[in-house]
Structure formats: C-alpha cells, structure tokens
C-alpha cells in the first residue's frame, strides 16, 4: 500500500502555476478530496499533512526545498516513519507525456528530473512509485528549463487539470496497494480524440455564395 504522496514543485508564487508545479497541483488536490490543509513542517522541510484511511496512516507531502533537493524532505520524513521506498508515490510533470496524458509506474531511472534524482539519492533506492503527469516538451532540448517555469497555455492547462482530475479517481486503490487495478484505471485516456477532417463526396460541387 501507498502510506505517502509526495508532490513535487518549486515553492513561492513567482512558480506556482508553472509547469514544473504539477505534481504540488495533485497533492492540493487530493487533499481537498481527504478534507486535510497541509501545514508546514520544518523537520521535513515542507508542507505535510497526515490522515487516517481505513485504520492506516497516510501522509501527504510538498517539499518546499526547491525542485533540485527534494529528497532532502522525502528522505527525511520517510526515514522517520519508517515509510519504504514501495510505500511511497512521488506525482512530478513529465516532458516526455503530452498534456492531458498521465501514467503511473514503479522504479526505473530518474531520466533527467532533477527532483527524481534527488529522491534516489536520499531514499537509496528507485522503488518508489511514480505518477507522471504530462506536460508536454518544448521540441528543443535547450529550451527545457525554460519550458518547465513558464505556465502552460489555456487549452494545455485544461489538459493538465482534467488528467489530475481522471487520475485522482483511483486514490483510493492507490491507497490499498491495488497497484494493478488503478495503473489500469488511470491508463484508459479520458481525453477525446480529435475528428478527423469532413471530406466532400467525389461529385459534390464546391460550396460557394451562389450555391450556398
């Protein structure tokens, strides 16, 4: 079973609705669906909040160490309560992901984040569980760090927020270890596919003023 959600993201305002934020944008989000306020705790060096579901404890956190050292708080909470590594899920933007698509996985490199990096780092491991959450890439790969601190357009946030959305639904699986069921349930897109083009009949004449 999940005991701890780990959302990652830059603290502050200036970053708050920027790409890099999304998994800070889950977190916020399920704890208005558990009824709990992350509050901050500076033994963990973030914002945390605990809950009880189903006789277990559950703990949510948003490390507010900047993106680069967040397993200094992930490491330091999980250690304290002897929380392993299949025990936790880290939620984080994903470049390699459109908009709109999000995917859950356990291990398995860190692929450049700067958050994962730290996180193998401070927990000794890369067993933990991942929920990526599209973002999107900027086609260059020198444009990335720029790409990841800029707010998404409107029609990309729409995306990002209903894949919270979609995803969030199988807390509660995520919660009682049924990893299967919810990687199944969050896998099934809920994005609708774009229709393709009208074309006109083979004999159909053009459409003009006159004929309209």
Same mark, same amino acid.
């Given at each position: 079973?999940?005991?701890?959600?780990?959302?990652?993201?830059?603290?502050?305002?200036?970053?708050?609705?920027?790409?890099?934020?999304?998994?800070?944008?889950?977190?916020?989000? &399920?704890?208005?669906?558990?009824?709990?306020?992350?509050?901050?705790?500076?033994?963990?060096?973030?914002?945390?909040?605990?809950?009880?579901?189903?006789?277990?404890?559950?703990?949510?956190?948003?490390?507010?160490?900047?993106?680069?050292?967040? @397993?200094?708080?992930?490491?330091?909470?999980?250690?304290?309560?002897?929380?392993?590594?299949?025990?936790? &899920?880290?939620?984080?933007?994903?470049?390699?992901?459109?908009?709109?698509?999000?995917?859950?996985?356990? @291990?398995?490199?860190?692929?450049?984040?700067? @958050?994962?990096?730290?996180?193998?780092?401070?927990?000794?491991?890369?067993?933990?569980?991942?929920?990526?959450?599209? $973002?999107?890439?900027?086609?260059?790969?020198?444009?990335?760090?720029?790409?990841?601190?800029?707010?998404?357009?409107?029609?990309?946030?729409? &995306? $990002?927020?209903?894949?919270?959305?979609?995803? &969030?639904?199988?807390?509660?699986? $995520?919660?009682?270890?049924?990893?299967?069921?919810?990687?199944?349930?969050?896998?099934?897109?809920?994005?609708?596919?774009?229709?393709?083009?009208?074309?006109?009949?083979?004999?159909?004449?053009?459409?003009?003023?006159?004929?309209?």
């Amino acid at each position: 079973m999940i005991k701890l959600f780990v959302g990652l993201g830059n603290p502050g305002p200036e970053y708050e609705n920027t790409r890099h934020n999304a998994g800070f944008w889950w977190i916020d989000a &399920l704890a208005r669906e558990l009824k709990v306020t992350l509050v901050p705790e500076r033994s963990y060096w973030g914002l945390m909040a605990r809950t009880t579901i189903n006789g277990q404890n559950v703990w949510l956190l948003e490390p507010q160490t900047f993106m680069n050292l967040s @397993g200094k708080s992930v490491g330091a909470l999980a250690r304290f309560f002897k929380i392993q590594p299949e025990e936790v &899920l880290v939620v984080h933007d994903e470049l390699d992901f459109e908009p709109g698509t999000v995917k859950l996985k356990q @291990g398995g490199s860190h692929g450049g984040h700067n @958050g994962l990096r730290d996180i193998h780092a401070q927990l000794g491991s890369h067993n933990y569980w991942r929920l990526r959450v599209g $973002i999107g890439h900027p086609g260059d790969k020198s444009e990335v760090a720029n790409w990841v601190l800029k707010k998404p357009a409107p029609d990309q946030m729409k &995306l $990002i927020e209903d894949s919270i959305i979609h995803s &969030l639904k199988s807390w509660p699986e $995520i919660v009682a270890g049924q990893m299967d069921k919810a990687t199944q349930a969050i896998h099934t897109s809920k994005a609708p596919r774009p229709k393709p083009p009208r074309k006109p009949a083979p004999d159909a004449a053009p459409t003009t003023p006159e004929n309209a």
